[in-house]
């Protein structure tokens, strides 16, 4: 059993009820009405297990969350809000609060997140293999990594949001993995209209009685009858069977959409509700080609990794491909880039891979994708002025300064990446060359 629960709540009656179910559970309690009696009984009482009410922190979520665990970082606090303070659950969810109940609450709610929370191990005592399961885009990206070390210990209600194709599913089998429930089914559904019944129905039946995590992909796309069910389990903690009785499974529910929330609660998708509980604990997954990544070295990273995963290390991405990849827009984002580098490694030679082992139709997409690319930065450069006169003024102005050809070449070189502003592969693209053409022209530029 965890050690001392400390009480942070100005409501006597609320008090009452919870501290009587917790203390029958063999919880030991001690209460607080005001956050600096708070502070002085956590200074010296050692608690495990903290619940304060954010309504409480007159002087903001951060102090009062970020000091404790500051103090103890394995404190597991859970945090009550009212419905209309929800960005304050958010902001303590971000600190690293284990868990929020929005009021009025049920104390069976409460004393089975503390439950939960008595279940969790201390982050030394998290499996190793875990770790393992960061490999890839979201290892890269810092913000990514740390959020999901933040919220993965909870039972709180996740929303991951992005692109197509950026992972989702795996980011939530990542937080999975990383809780207490890693033991426990986890299971993946789609939300194709058409296809929902009740939302018991839609789970195995032993993942009521195991516990586990849900993964609903493309929840805008779950009908408005099984939303509505799926919030009354949020707010209670509870799902009824087909008889009508109540169950209190330890489910987490993580959510995913390429939608805009706010778009797709103004077309009647998703229910706004439901969204604000969703979004308390919420992760953005950025897109490849958003310019956060650098796609070269991602696509060494993940390449190697599934060499390795083979027994070989004879086997490296060459310069051209890793031209080809900054290039590339990348559509089907993470999905497309892993699909292609594991076919890819699984009939690679040794030594240097090039564009000659890449398959047909990657290079095809390729070519269209780069054609598409230079129509539109034509269309979007001249406008509607005539492209015959803009270029003969240009040259003509080049011409009565007296630079030679190569001087022209370097000052059309220049001027394209500033146009890009200092990206070597876009200008690259724009003028038809690699990029490594480009750092070579800059380089002898340089040396004269």
């Known amino acids: 059993m965890v050690g001392r629960i400390l009480i942070v709540e100005g409501s006597e009656q609320l008090l009452s009820s919870c501290v009587r179910q917790l203390e029958q559970r063999g919880y030991a309690v001690d209460l607080a009405h005001s956050l600096p009696k708070a502070a002085a009984l956590f200074a010296t009482s050692g608690h495990a297990i903290v619940i304060i009410d954010l309504l409480m922190a007159e002087q903001g979520v951060k102090p009062v969350i970020g ?133 018991l129905d839609r789970l195995p039946s032993d993942l009521m009685r195991t516990g586990g995590t849900v993964f609903l992909n493309d929840i805008c796309d779950l009908p408005l009858k099984i939303q509505t069910q799926l919030l009354w389990y949020l707010q209670t903690g509870l799902i009824k069977d087909a008889d009508g009785a109540a169950h209190r499974p330890d489910i987490r529910i993580i959510c995913g959409t390429s939608l805009e929330p706010e778009a797709a609660m103004a077309a009647g998708r998703l229910r706004e509700d439901l969204y604000y509980r969703l979004s308390v604990a ?27 995963a083979s027994g070989r290390d004879d086997s490296v991405l060459g310069a051209e491909i890793c031209d080809m990849f900054e290039q590339y827009s990348w559509p089907g984002q993470h999905a497309e880039m892993l699909r292609l580098l594991r076919s890819v490694a699984d009939t690679a030679p040794a030594g240097e891979v090039t564009p000659d082992h890449l398959p047909r139709s990657f290079v095809k997409s390729f070519r ?81």
């Open 368 to 448: 269209e994708d780069q054609a598409a690319t230079a129509r539109s930065q034509q269309k979007a450069g001249v406008g509607s002025l005539n492209q015959t006169d803009i270029y003969e003024a240009a040259l003509r102005a080049l011409i009565r300064d007296g630079l030679t050809l190569s001087e022209i070449e370097k000052a059309v070189v220049e001027v394209t990446i500033r146009h890009y502003q200092g990206s070597i592969p876009r200008a690259a693209a724009h003028l038809g060359v690699s990029p490594s053409t480009l750092y070579r022209k800059l380089e002898n530029w340089a040396r004269t």
């Open 67 to 199: 000091g404790m665990l500051g103090a103890r970082p394995d404190t597991r606090i859970i945090v009550t809000t009212a419905s209309g303070s929800m960005k304050q659950a958010s902001d303590a969810m971000k600190l690293g609060a284990f868990d929020f109940v929005v009021k009025p609450f049920d104390c069976h709610r409460l004393v089975h997140i503390v439950d939960n929370a008595a279940k969790m191990p201390d982050a030394g005592q998290v499996k190793e293999e875990t770790a393992g399961l960061a490999r890839g885009f979201m290892a890269m990206d810092a913000s990514v990594k740390r959020v999901v070390a933040q919220i993965a210990p909870s039972l709180a209600p996740v929303l991951i949001t992005g692109p197509k194709g950026v992972m989702k599913e795996a980011c939530a089998r990542l937080i999975h993995n990383s809780s207490f429930l890693r033991d426990g089914d986890f299971v993946a559904l789609d939300c194709e209209k058409g296809r929902a019944g009740d939302l």
């Open 282 to 308: 919420s992760i953005a997954l950025p897109g490849l080609n958003d310019g956060r990544f650098s796609i070269s070295v991602l696509a060494k990273e993940l390449f190697g990794a599934y060499i390795r």
